[in-house]
């Protein structure tokens, strides 16, 4: 064979096995929950043996110098986006706002001669494609007195699923006296005329834009015990921690009435309202990042785990600005993500 013949011959085979790997990266990721990089090493050395296996005259040596050149590309488109996302897109602390504290307002109704006392936060905010919203967050004072120490009468039957029972406690329990928020979203979605996504949308931006809290388990640091990753948060905003809480987490009720939240308290009471709304949605922790998100089964693209046959696209609670399959650069290796607990 000539030489031009063999240069034509090698550009064929390099095209093909791009196109080839293309495909099987698009198949693999989607049923699979893998890294990017993993799944792209897989999908061209399927790709690999299949072109082996139907060109018969093509050597193997080529086919992998052919595959290292595709694999070398590939790795670096993959590193560019995720550096292109690393500046466009500031990671979870960078985006929260702490400048100051917010504050639920406590008012009186009175409704057919009966007195109820409310905690109420008043929210105006936008979703992440520009829509506008505003409406009152409120539950009941005598609901926040039986429910604020929900977790004390926690026990949880089996160490091994703690938290997906322990979060399945608290939307059991709290739910009922959601009934106020649930009929702010109904009155927003009934003028809004959202669709399905639009609502979850509205949702989840809705908790997003309530500023973080850190909630734990001891007593909330002082300033000279300022780690540097709570440093940012704490020196902005010193009152934005509550300590002394079981478990480290808030029940839904105790979150509304003190808009002090960190990511499981978010995750809970965004899966208890779309749980109500009779969504698919699940709670998505991680040991290895010590976080946890939502899941949401919707047709959408980005970051998403598989589980029970069913894909669900991962999403921050934490932060504004995050979209469904979308996560923070430095939490998205969805293979150190675990699904805890669905509603259905």
């Not at 550096?83 to 109704?109: A, D, Q, R």
């Not at 997906?164 to 009934?190: A, C, H, R, V, W």
């Not at 780690?227 to 902005?236: K, M, P, T």
């Not at 002090?260 to 809970?268: A, I």
Request: with cysteine.
């Amino acid at each position: 064979m000539s030489k031009s013949k063999k240069e034509n011959s090698g550009c064929l085979q390099f095209f093909i096995l791009s196109i080839l790997s293309g495909l099987a990266f698009i198949i693999i990721y989607i049923t699979f929950s893998f890294s990017a990089k993993t799944v792209m090493l897989f999908a061209i050395a399927v790709s690999i043996l299949f072109l082996k296996l139907v060109l018969g005259n093509t050597t193997l040596k080529s086919l992998l110098k052919s595959g290292l050149v595709v694999y070398v590309i590939s790795y670096g488109f993959i590193f560019i986006i995720k550096m292109l996302l690393g500046e466009l897109s500031p990671t979870t602390e960078e985006k929260i706002s702490f400048n100051e504290e917010e504050e639920t307002t406590k008012t009186v109704t009175i409704t057919e001669n009966d007195t109820t006392v409310l905690y109420t936060s008043h929210r105006s905010w936008i979703d992440n494609y520009g829509n506008s919203f505003k409406g009152d967050l409120s539950v009941r004072e005598t609901d926040y007195n039986r429910l604020k120490n929900n977790t004390e009468q926690f026990n949880p039957s089996s160490k091994k699923y703690f938290w997906g029972s322990l979060y399945n406690y608290l939307e059991q329990k709290d739910t009922p006296s959601l009934d106020l928020i649930m009929e702010t979203f109904i009155k927003i979605n009934k003028e809004k005329k959202l669709n399905q996504m639009e609502f979850a949308e509205m949702v989840v931006t809705c908790i997003q834009d309530i500023p973080y809290s850190f909630v734990l388990q001891g007593d909330c640091p002082n300033e000279e015990n300022y780690d540097d990753s709570n440093r940012a948060i704490l020196e902005n905003c010193p009152e934005c921690c509550i300590g002394n809480i079981k478990f480290g987490i808030q029940n839904p009720v105790s979150f509304i009435k003190n808009l002090k939240g960190d990511c499981d308290t978010r995750t809970v009471i965004v899966y208890s309202i779309l749980k109500y709304f009779n969504y698919d949605v699940a709670i998505v922790n991680s040991d290895f990042y010590r976080h946890s998100i939502i899941g949401i089964n919707l047709p959408t693209n980005g970051d998403s785990k598989i589980y029970k046959g069913k894909k669900y696209a991962l999403w921050e609670t934490t932060a504004k600005y995050y979209k469904a399959g979308e996560l923070p650069v430095n939490f998205n290796n969805v293979a150190h993500w675990d699904i805890v607990l669905t509603s259905k």
